[in-house]
């Protein structure tokens, strides 16, 4: 919930920043939030959302922003790429919102983020760690996660005390889990181990054991 009240504060700071003339024009600041609020990973998209709605009533608690309160317009992804970019053109085109927090799955993420550049609106990126998100080279997408190579960094020097010579991956076959094993293998293999075997699970899986076998 943490994430999302910074990820809310930020996205304000970049209408300041931008300057988009039509949040102001209206009589709330809207801000759009693209989570999965139903699919397999709904319980994440969720924490998200209800950190969201606890820093605008913070926010709106303390009078809003230059005296106008917050409105968020939330719209569920289903855990689902193609639904996060309907329901970032839906927030741009219909609701006309100027900034948009979200959508939790690199993959929903990456999906969305044609439809900002077409329409020029930013996106903070509250959780996707994707590294292509920055790569692709977007200029309205700003985020406050890690992508999976610093993540990895953050691993590097317990790598000799582990005694880690060679690791297997699982994980899951969406953009984050093939960008954290290509980052995690690179270190361990920069590190002189090696990578094992390399499996690959859908999303909505809960059984792993043929994969641990």
């Excluded at 970049?14 to 609020?37: C, H, M, N, R, S």
């Excluded at 929903?108 to 077409?118: F, G, I, V």
């Excluded at 996106?123 to 920055?134: N, P, Q, W």
């Excluded at 992508?147 to 010579?165: H, N, R, T, V, W």
Aim: hydrophobic share 45%; proline share 5%.
């Amino acid at each position: 919930m943490t994430r999302a009240i910074r990820a809310l504060s930020i996205a304000l700071a970049v209408l300041f920043a931008v300057g988009a003339p039509a949040a102001w024009a209206q009589d709330t600041v809207k801000v759009g939030v693209i989570e999965p609020l139903s699919g397999p990973v709904a319980a994440s998209g969720n924490y998200v959302r209800m950190g969201a709605e606890i820093a605008r009533d913070w926010i709106n608690g303390k009078g809003g922003v230059l005296g106008r309160k917050i409105e968020l317009l939330i719209e569920d992804n289903k855990s689902d790429p193609k639904e996060a970019a309907t329901a970032a053109e839906k927030l741009i085109v219909r609701d006309k919102v100027p900034v948009i927090m979200g959508a939790w799955g690199s993959s929903m993420t990456l999906a969305a983020m044609p439809k900002l550049a077409e329409y020029g609106v930013p996106m903070v990126v509250e959780t996707s760690s994707a590294a292509t998100i920055t790569k692709q080279g977007n200029p309205w997408i700003f985020r406050i996660s890690p992508p999976s190579e610093m993540e990895a960094l953050g691993l590097q020097k317990y790598l000799k005390d582990f005694g880690i010579k060679q690791a297997d991956f699982l994980a899951v076959n969406t953009d984050w889990g093939r960008g954290s094993v290509a980052a995690f293998g690179d270190l361990l293999k920069k590190s002189g181990g090696s990578v094992g075997t390399v499996e690959f699970m859908d999303q909505a899986a809960t059984d792993m054991n043929a994969q641990i076998t």
